[in-house]
T-cell receptor, first 112, second 114 residues
Framework: SQKIEQNSEALNIQEGKTATLTCNYT??????LQWYRQDPGRGPVFLLL?????KEKRKERLKVTFDTTLKQSLFHITASQPADSATYLC???????????FGGGTRVLVKP | DAGVIQSPRHEVTEMGQEVTLRCKPI?????LFWYRQTMMRGLELLIY????????DSGMPEDRFSAKMPNASFSTLKIQPSEPRDSAVYFC????????????FGEGSRLTVL
């Protein structure tokens, strides 16, 4: 069956450092992969999308990589700030218009 | 645009009662998703619609759950009868089918069944 795995342990990081989150998937051949951010008591918010033919994507202090051989995406927050503290969710997607299934999310806590 | 609007934001009810959650998607979006989120199970997809038609309801837990989308601007998720294990935050999200699938989520409906 299809599985999406994210590190369930919270990631505690010092302000200014780079946070790296992992998303692994099995029995999937996603056309692209999305990352969302969720703050407590709020709905998830879309951050970034990376396509299967893209190795890397950047948006401001965020960087996402996508390795279809390893079946893995890495999500980096560089120069992290306390405001980056949130839960980050990944969602590999098989094709446009197809259903979106999320990993369990990784909570990030950036300490000043 | 006001975004995806869900109601109620909070609902407390007793076991056995009927619960109806409502969602208004973003105008122009033709895909609508219902999710349930708990600490134990994370964000689970219950059902999704394309152009008001249910496409995949394999995530609906059991017959007590039903979802409808009578038109492009309104959807409901109904639980009848409700049970304590249904306590969760229910999210509605909308998007554009055929695009890259980015979803816009509502703020959620927090359901507590006593």
């Amino acid at each position: 069956s299809q599985k999406i795995e994210q590190n369930s342990e919270a990631l505690n990081i010092q302000e200014g450092k780079t946070a790296t989150l992992t998303c692994n998937y099995t029995n999937y051949s996603p056309a692209y992969l999305q990352w969302y951010r969720q703050d407590p008591g709020r709905g998830p918010v879309f951050l970034l999308l990376i396509r299967e033919n893209e190795k890397e994507k950047r948006k401001e202090r965020l960087k996402v990589t996508f390795d279809t051989t390893l079946k893995q995406s890495l999500f980096h927050i560089t120069a992290s700030q306390p405001a980056d503290s949130a839960t980050y969710l990944c969602a590999p997607v098989k094709a446009a218009g197809n259903k979106l299934t999320f990993g369990g999310g990784t909570r990030v806590l950036v300490k000043p | 645009d006001a975004g995806v609007i869900q109601s109620p934001r909070h609902e407390v009810t007793e076991m056995g009662q009927e619960v109806t959650l409502r969602c208004k998607p973003i105008s122009g979006h033709n895909s609508l998703f219902w999710y349930r989120q708990t600490m134990m199970r994370g964000l689970e997809l219950l059902i999704y619609f394309n152009n008001n038609v249910p496409i995949d309801d394999s995530g609906m837990p059991e017959d007590r759950f039903s979802a409808k989308m009578p038109n492009a601007s309104f959807s409901t998720l109904k639980i009848q009868p409700s049970e304590p294990r249904d306590s969760a935050v229910y999210f509605c999200a909308s998007g554009i089918q055929g695009a890259t699938g980015e979803l816009f989520f509502g703020e959620g409906s927090r359901l507590t069944v006593l």
